[in-house]
């Protein structure tokens, strides 16, 4: 059988190390957003506009859902790869089953949350009619299936911080196949439109949770779960580790929210739409850029807890490289072929057609920033710097609300369109320096520790 964990050497060259876990977690993370984009490339052509709108308007709930899964998986994940690099397996295991039950604890809360709140949160984004019982056939199905959604975005990333990179892969692409699958069958044959978009993403995502939760028996998982025990101090740090990326998903749910709610107000369901499809093309780049965050956590992780400083700079570095000139390139290609991009989710539909175009132009201008403010954010839960994550991530969120409010009473539409890319300016002017200055501050207190220790 082929071994399919990755062990991290501390004698290996930083960039191999980097791409031993960055590869595999572009791909989890691209994998992983395709069970969206395929729900809305299905609901696109076989709905319309107005299914589109619909996903959409649900989305921030699902977002929320999401954003808990990522929160265990990323605060339990960088604790097992701190544990593991302090070499204390008592501890990486008890931060293991921990985290089985947070999934369990927070699959209950969040299906409660939907089944008392759902309907009322898609009608204040404005949504009525055909939209609003779109969007009320995607989320009841997740008044069951909440749990999995959760557990489907935490147990990858446990996975991985297990030293299973390309096991967590293969299990993700394995879910997001079966979702293409049944979205073909419940949307394209059996035409139960959003519905069928939702029991598709639970069923393949129920997948990946059995699959996932085996791993962790078998003999392949080097982080054995001896006890489902539940340690609170381990939980809570955990929980306040991940809370960034929770934050991260609270802001792109409540940000898309108020985008609907805007869009309702000043322009058509049709806006709504566009706004989806535009949504779907970024997402590709965020997923990109998270993959690449996300890989660079494990073995920042590690150096920080082996205390090798001058690692750190270096893959955080590397990294950072990588997302900008992704993102750059992003920008310039939807430029250039919009109405291929676009075609993707789309029936011929003139007016949707000239709508997205003109939000893709004025919305993703500055997409490559959203990378950078999220490996800053990703850099200091990596160091133990869960305070200062939760906070980027916090003012990521504040600081589109001026924006939102005054941009649209003087530019209408457009001044929707243009709210997030120049906040995202304005929060890397001030993100920038605070993540330079932590490193340098780092790198010169490791050199003083040895010119300490060398006299």
């Not at 570095?317 to 290609?333: D, E, F, M, R």
Request: charged share 10%; with cysteine.
């Amino acid at each position: 059988m082929q071994d399919n964990t990755i062990a991290i050497d501390s004698n290996e060259s930083i960039t191999r190390t980097f791409w031993r876990y960055a590869i595999p977690s572009i791909a989890a993370m691209v994998v992983n957003g395709l069970y969206q984009v395929i729900d809305g490339i299905f609901v696109g052509h076989y709905v319309g506009y107005e299914g589109l709108a619909g996903i959409n308007i649900a989305w921030p709930i699902i977002g929320i859902i999401a954003g808990l899964g990522i929160m265990i998986g990323m605060g339990a994940g960088s604790l097992l790869s701190i544990y593991r690099g302090e070499g204390n397996n008592a501890k990486a295991q008890q931060t293991l089953s921990s985290s089985l039950w947070l999934i369990a604890l927070f699959g209950a809360l969040t299906m409660l949350f939907i089944h008392y709140f759902g309907p009322a949160l898609l009608t204040a984004q404005g949504a009525i009619g055909n939209t609003l019982n779109f969007s009320l056939d995607y989320i009841n199905v997740f008044t069951w299936g909440a749990g999995f959604t959760i557990a489907a975005g935490a147990l990858p990333m446990l996975i991985r911080n297990d030293d299973s990179p390309n096991f967590a892969t293969g299990l993700m692409i394995l879910g997001a196949v079966m979702n293409i699958i049944l979205d073909y069958l419940f949307i394209g044959l059996f035409y139960l439109g959003l519905k069928g978009a939702a029991i598709a993403t639970v069923i393949s995502q129920l997948t990946v949770l059995i699959i996932g939760v085996g791993y962790f028996f078998s003999a392949r998982s080097q982080i054995k779960i001896n006890k489902l025990t539940f340690n609170f101090a381990i939980a809570s740090k955990a929980v306040t580790l991940g809370a960034s990326s929770l934050c991260m998903f609270l802001y792109f749910s409540f940000i898309v929210a108020l985008h609907n709610k805007l869009f309702m107000v000043y322009g058509t369901s049709v806006h709504v739409g566009a706004f989806a499809i535009i949504g779907y093309l970024g997402t590709m780049y965020y997923l990109i850029a998270e993959g690449i965050a996300s890989g660079m956590q494990p073995p920042v992780s590690y150096y920080f807890g082996s205390k090798q400083i001058d690692k750190i700079k270096a893959t955080v570095v590397l990294a950072l490289k990588i997302i900008l000139i992704s993102g750059v390139v992003s920008v310039v290609l939807l430029n250039m072929y919009p109405e291929t991009v676009i075609s993707l989710f789309s029936k011929n539909d003139p007016l949707l057609l000239a709508e997205t175009q003109n939000g893709l132009r004025l919305h993703l201008f500055a997409l490559y920033l959203d990378g950078f403010i999220f490996l800053a954010s990703v850099y200091f839960m990596a160091v133990n710097q869960g305070g200062k994550a939760l906070t980027i991530s916090i003012g990521n969120m504040l600081i589109q609300l001026p924006f939102l409010y005054f941009l649209p009473q003087w530019l209408g539409v457009d001044g929707i369109w243009l709210s997030v890319p120049i906040s995202n300016i304005v929060l890397t002017l001030i993100v920038a320096p605070l993540l330079w200055r932590d490193i340098q501050r780092s790198s010169q207190k490791h050199s003083e520790l040895i010119t300490n220790m060398a006299s």
